[in-house]
């Protein structure tokens, strides 16, 4: 705020509208940036009016250092034990561009949200422009020569109690080209072994946002999740060419009759129990075979019906869709033709069929 008045950045901006800026910056919550008007109280604390005070605080709002959080409204409300209650106004402590430009900071986000990730050649030269200002006037503790002069008290070796520790990550700030080239190939590995792509471009993650943002309406137990966590989720599914209606269904089968709490970490611990669960590759010798050869292959094949229209995605998709509440007939196809109902219906539903067709006795209701 001296800053932004030094500047001149706006005409009203005097030595009162820092006095009214240094009281909301006394009792800030600076952990959310938030302060609480309290007209009254500040007018009586800074020894102005209460008309000074709303037009200082417009002029903070208008150099960009304050923004409304909540609006406060004079309407009673009728809690118990209290005449009159009304609704207080909220601010939330904003740092304008042009304070940005001038300092250097390069920022992440926008808005209220943007942070500084990093300063520019102008901030490298400003801030030692600055130490070299401030090398002169150094703190210094060492003993004092003067007679009478009280030793000087320590630096204070603890942090301070809202500022939390920085996690280094194993405590080194920089990373040889060698030990990142290491942490690259690390990861590729993981990724590879998780069955996701390591590197994805930005056309490949809008396209798996795109394809979650229509998965989440056509399952109910997803949609309380958000559509980057879900669409990491489904990357195996989507990188095995799956769409919305087939993930959907995938998903369907995953949770029957009760709804996760965390659904894209339920996902992805279904998917990677999935992946581990799965036979392992036959020998070199047993996959130069042909499958064509295999004599039940070819009585099956020779036992189709030749009339029969062939079988289309859309087909399978609304099998696979609204074929749940009739698990007793996917049932019944399964035990006449297995191969036919697993093309049809899909594993999930055949076997969640399966498992219930098992425990019910007589006919379903």
């Known amino acids: 705020m001296t800053w932004l008045v030094g500047a001149r950045l706006h005409p009203r901006a005097t030595e009162t509208t820092l006095t009214v800026a240094r009281d909301l910056a006394a009792r800030m919550d600076y952990r959310l940036g938030f302060v609480l008007y309290d ?3 500040t007018a009586a604390r800074c020894g102005v009016s209460t008309a000074t005070v709303k037009r200082h605080v417009r002029v903070l709002r208008e150099l960009g250092a304050l923004a409304w959080h909540r609006h406060g409204s004079k309407r009673n409300l009728r809690i118990p034990g209290r005449p009159y209650t009304a609704t207080a106004t909220i601010y939330a402590a904003t740092i304008p561009t042009a304070y940005d430009e001038a300092m250097g900071h390069r920022l992440d986000g926008a ?22 200002r ?6 210094d503790n060492r003993p004092s020569r003067t007679p009478g002069c009280p030793q000087p008290a320590p630096h204070s070796p603890g942090r301070h109690h809202d500022v939390p520790t920085a ?5 080194f700030n920089y990373t040889s080209r060698t030990c990142a080239r290491r942490a690259g190939a690390t990861a590729r590995n993981r990724a590879r072994d998780s069955g996701t792509s390591p590197v994805r471009s930005p056309w490949q993650v809008a396209r798996d946002i795109r394809i979650a943002r229509h998965v989440r309406p056509l399952v109910s137990w997803t949609q309380p999740e958000g559509l980057r966590r879900l669409a990491f989720a489904l990357r195996p599914l989507i990188d095995r060419g799956l769409e919305a209606h087939d993930i959907a269904a995938e998903l369907i089968g995953m949770a029957v009759g009760w709804r996760p709490a965390r659904p894209a970490a339920y996902i992805a611990a279904a998917l990677a129990r999935d992946r581990s669960a799965a036979p392992a590759p036959t020998a070199d010798a047993e996959l130069t075979v042909d499958p064509a050869t295999h004599p039940e292959w070819q009585q099956w094949l020779n036992s189709r019906q030749t009339g029969t229209p062939s079988r289309t995605d859309t087909d399978r998709r609304h099998a696979r869709l609204y074929a749940w509440d009739r698990w007793y007939e996917v049932a019944s196809h399964y035990d006449d033709d297995p191969d036919d109902a697993l093309d049809l219906y899909g594993t999930r539903l055949c076997a969640y069929a399966v498992k219930r067709a098992a425990r019910t006795t007589g006919s379903p209701s």
Request: aromatic letters at 6%; a positive charge; zero cysteines.
């Open 39 to 41: 007209l009254e109280g």
């Open 111 to 132: 808005g209220y949200w943007a942070r500084v990730a990093g300063v520019t050649d102008k901030a490298r030269a400003l801030a030692a422009k600055s130490a070299v």
């Open 134 to 139: 401030t090398k002169r006037h150094s703190a």
């Open 167 to 171: 996690d280094l990550d194993g405590g």
